[in-house]
């Protein structure tokens, strides 16, 4: 058996090696770690009889696996390409699932390739969006709670526990006007079911492509959420008229397919903009808590790059001149951690 990792050694593993090779009697002759995952969730590709399968380990104490299952189905019924459940044993939390490859959108992007990528991308968006209203009655709703609270870890991990800084409250009030600022921006757009982290990181090169992963936190949001985390990445960044573009084809096809009614490119460039401040918020609060509570600093190399997007709109906005004030006070060097 190869493994490239210690977890041969954990109770876990030798729990789920059970579960594969006595309860689903598979014939596994090779079993090694497939992918790295910001949550407690660990993924392996299992190799038997010719072909692979991935299996997912989710500790039933911090993960729950069901929204994967529920979500996996809906997807595939809006005619995505997502990995099919093929075995689960939802109590201890391990799933058998179809392999999407390796191929991440985030290694094959470059000037060549971007403009097909992302306009197959784009067209999975579509689908994604097209989620029948009857359907998203069970999903957890994009509220003013959860748009809050995902903010606030900028304040709490970034600011206060990785660069040790206390706000003025003057700064807090400029802070939490901001917030608010952006909170109703969100809350006014067409709502639609959002993948959450529709981003290279989980968009893999596969046919039909792209095949779509890490999908079990979807909720029902602003129709330019999922649109911000595909164009204006935390690992990758593309020219601003490209970006442009991409979001004009989208304005197009949105349109057509009756995702959005009424609404001219403008004010969707509008929404774009300010949602994508909310989001790159939360993803710098989340790359702090990733290497102070977790361990894993390997995200702080992307703070510099999200953080810049939030500073360019800071710079268009009047209403977000205070929070634009607040991140450009900061030294360089600790704004470019590691």
Known sequence: MNMKSSADTDSRFAELQCWLREELALPVADIAPASADASFRRYFRLRYNGTTRIVMDAPPEKEDVQPFIAISALLAGLGLHVPDVLEQDSRRGFLLLTDLGSRQYLGELNDSTARQLYGD???????????????????????????????????DWYLERLLKISLTSEQQEELESSFSFLI?????????????????????????NPGVLDFQDAVVGPVSYDLVSLLRDCYIAWPREWVADWVGQYHRQATSAGILQQVEIGQLLRWFDLMG???????????????????????????????????????????LQGLGGIVSRYPVQLRNPG
Do not use: W
Not at 193 to 202: A, G
Not at 292 to 301: A, E, H, Q, S, T
Not at 306 to 311: A, K, N, P, Q, S
């Open 277 to 319: 401040v909310q989001r790159h918020l939360k993803a710098i609060g989340i790359f702090s808590r990733l290497n102070i509570r977790d361990g894993k600093p390997g995200y702080l190399k992307d703070i510099p790059r999200t953080m810049g997007y939030v500073e360019e709109v800071c710079r268009c906005y009047p209403e």
């Open 121 to 155: 991308a784009l067209r999975a968006l579509i689908l994604l969006q097209s989620c029948p209203a009857a359907e998203l009655e069970q999903i957890p709703r994009y509220d003013r709670q959860l748009l809050q609270a995902e903010m606030a870890l900028f304040h």
């Open 184 to 208: 109703s921006a969100a809350l006014e757009q067409p709502q639609v079911l959002v993948h959450r982290d529709y981003h290279s990181r989980n968009l893999m090169v596969d046919e039909p």
